[in-house]
């Protein structure tokens, strides 16, 4: 894609998906498919909706962001036909990676380079043109290219059961409850006892212990909001409950979860990064403890920014497999990701764990650091290191390597 469509490719925004159409083992096109334009007069007016409802039903319309027929052999009606394929499964295939179904498509297509004939011919209609602003930093910037807006309906009736807020909901998978024994849960709630506890003792009903225990399971097992936290803790079975430490009523002698007001403001008061130091070691443990590998990436923050307006920028330790962090830590404003990582990992226990780090961070301190800390690793090697890469190819080329075509 980056090397063949104009537009190239750096990333998808939100919610994506990406197809290759094949025909007998070659590849034919690319797809790309991701989260909706936030702003489409055109789009907007085809559909109908007011704008509160917009901002409630905006996940159920996707974007065809790249759509790329490969050079090689022309074949008649290619485009049209792999839209038309794509099309009958794309629903299907977002309710299974995203939890909910789409129920209409766009795109936006650039009239001094095309016509959108194969979008036509694959059923989509076009609606209007764009006013030829872009979103850049937040803001929307004139760029002077305006584009045809195509859409295309994937169920009927698309546009009413659009605009209907009593109709399906945006469904997303339900945070599967966890099975912990007793044991990590005491051993849980002990690590949790030593951390300080800011509220006033005045109207504490739930201990703190209990209520971070809560969270933490609950977003392990895949909730990301305070609200899911707290319908995770609700659908908690009482034997569960207990073993977390909540809260016994004394009229209904059941355990009680922690309300959503109540988790928010444990949550917002806490030392988030006293919490993920006392947390590292317990949570590889529960990964599996040695043997596991970690991977260390970052990622910018959408959104947060400092006060001088640069991007909030995260270093983070992830277990393979499960996604559960270890361990992240901020990296300075003007500093990058390689003097952050040995911070990182010092406070993770990594005697018999492999860590893993892409290009950035094949540098030899950080190598040596993992030896003396006991682990293995794998770093990728591009050409930001050209003589180690140099080095690898000859060695890889040599009759002698692997010792086994020696044998």
């Known amino acids: 894609m980056r090397e063949h469509h104009y537009l190239g490719l750096q990333s998808f925004v939100g919610e994506s998906l990406r197809y290759v159409a094949e025909w007998q083992g070659h590849w034919m096109a690319l797809l790309g498919w991701c989260s909706a334009a936030l702003k ?30 490969l050079p090689g052999e022309r074949v008649v009606n290619l485009a049209s036909r ?95 409850l966890m ?6 849960a005491d051993e849980l709630l002990c690590i949790l006892m030593s951390l300080p506890d800011c509220r006033h003792r005045r109207g504490r009903r739930h ?30 079975k009482q034997n569960f409950l ?57 990622k910018a923050l ?12 995260l270093l983070s330790a992830m277990l393979h497999g499960t996604g559960v962090i270890l361990g992240q830590c901020e990296v300075e404003e003007k500093s990058n990701e390689i003097p952050a990582a040995p911070q990182l990992l010092e406070r993770i226990e990594l005697g018999g764990v492999t860590v893993t780090a892409d290009a950035l961070h094949t540098q030899s301190e950080l190598a040596n650091f993992l030896k003396e800390k006991g682990a293995d690793y794998i770093f990728t090697v591009k050409d930001n290191q050209p003589t180690l890469k140099q080095d690898i190819a000859e060695l890889f080329g040599s009759a002698a390597f692997p010792p086994s075509r020696l044998l």
């Open 302 to 313: 959408r959104g947060a920014r400092h006060e001088s307006g640069g991007q909030v920028h």
């Open 179 to 184: 099975k912990l024994s007793q044991s990590k």
């Open 40 to 69: 489409c007069q055109a789009r907007d007016r085809f559909i109908g909706w007011p704008e509160v409802v917009k901002w409630q039903r905006l996940g159920l319309v996707i974007n065809n962001a790249r759509f790329l027929i």
């Open 207 to 236: 201990d703190q212990a209990s209520l971070l225990a809560v969270a933490i399971c609950a977003v392990l097992c895949g909730a990301r909001s305070y609200v899911a936290i707290a319908e995770w803790a609700g659908r908690c």
């Open 82 to 176: 792999v839209l038309s394929l794509n099309l009958k499964r794309l629903s299907g295939d977002w309710e299974l990676a995203y939890g909910h179904p789409v129920f209409l498509a766009e795109t936006f297509v650039d009239p001094r380079r095309f016509s959108g004939t194969c979008y036509r011919a694959a059923g989509w209609v076009q609606v209007g043109t764009t006013r030829g602003y872009g979103r850049r930093a937040g803001r929307y910037e004139p760029h002077g290219e305006p584009k045809t807006v195509w859409v295309r309906p994937l169920v009927r009736q698309a546009a009413q059961r659009l605009c209907t807020l009593g109709g399906e909901p945006m469904m997303k998978s339900e945070a599967k």
């Open 242 to 298: 207990k073993r977390l430490g909540c809260r016994k009523d004394p009229c209904s002698k059941s355990y009680r979860p922690p309300s959503e007001a109540t988790i928010r403001r444990v949550l917002q008061g806490i030392d988030a990064e006293q919490v993920d130091r006392a947390l590292s070691d317990w949570l590889q443990r529960l990964g599996g403890g040695e043997g596991v590998a970690v991977a260390i990436d970052g």
